[in-house]
């Protein structure tokens, strides 16, 4: 399937005196921010043609293509100008990590944090249970999952799915906590199973696409 591409807009991108613009790469499944790169007017446009990202280097002066070397390619799903058209914001499906470290994305070093701000996500909720399989703490509730196995993970899963029912017709709040449990429940599963959220994230991406070609067809 090829890029439809908006030539009214594209016409409209402001490169800096450098003849360059900045580029911030966005994990189309998580929406984590990956890297801030710039890009050229050569360098997009062989991203557009190609469909996977090219910047230009401002360090060795040059165009490189993402994963030439490493092979940690990242395929380009839409690219969007900001309102005065002088930044852009490119989501992609990428092919292993985004950073040259090894880490998923560039930016992976904390500065400040507000103590009102809540630092918990899913991603780093499965991350602590995955160490907990892979380096097992005494006392610990999710190590004892995985030293039961998968049939005593799916019987908690079983038990967790009832309590949201049951939950579901008592209250809201009740029905919130259950499935959180639940979630915690699912998420040891995935872990013991080596199945990564991401895996999900693209199924239930696949899903939207194939629903919104439904409606599609069905306005027509």
């Not at 591409?5 to 003849?19: C, M, S």
């Not at 799915?161 to 499935?179: D, R």
């Not at 872990?191 to 693209?202: G, S």
């Amino acid at each position: 399937m090829s890029m439809l591409i908006n030539k009214d807009n594209l016409d409209q991108v402001k490169f800096n005196a450098h003849g360059l613009i900045p580029a911030i790469v966005q994990d189309m499944y998580t929406n984590e921010v990956l890297t801030l790169a710039y890009m050229n007017e050569e360098s997009l446009r062989i991203t557009l043609e190609e469909e996977r990202t090219c910047f230009f280097s401002r360090s060795r002066q040059k165009l490189w293509r993402k994963g030439e070397e490493s092979g940690n390619v990242q395929h380009v799903v839409s690219i969007t100008a900001d309102c005065d058209y002088d930044a852009l914001v490119v989501r992609v499906i990428k092919e292993g990590p985004a950073c040259h470290t090894g880490a998923e994305s560039c930016f992976h070093n904390p500065l400040a944090a507000s103590d009102a701000q809540s630092d918990f996500t899913m991603k780093g909720l499965y991350e602590l249970i995955e160490g907990r399989k892979t380096n097992p703490q005494e006392g610990s509730y999710t190590t004892y999952l995985f030293e039961k196995g998968i049939d005593k993970i799916l019987k908690k899963i079983g038990e967790e799915s009832t309590e949201v029912i049951i939950g579901a017709k008592n209250s809201k709040e009740e029905a919130v906590y259950e499935i959180a449990d639940l979630a915690y429940h699912v998420m040891v599963m995935m872990a013991e199973m080596d199945i990564p959220l991401t895996d999900v994230t693209k199924e239930l991406a696949k899903r939207h696409v194939i629903d919104h070609k439904v409606k599609q067809e069905t306005m027509q």
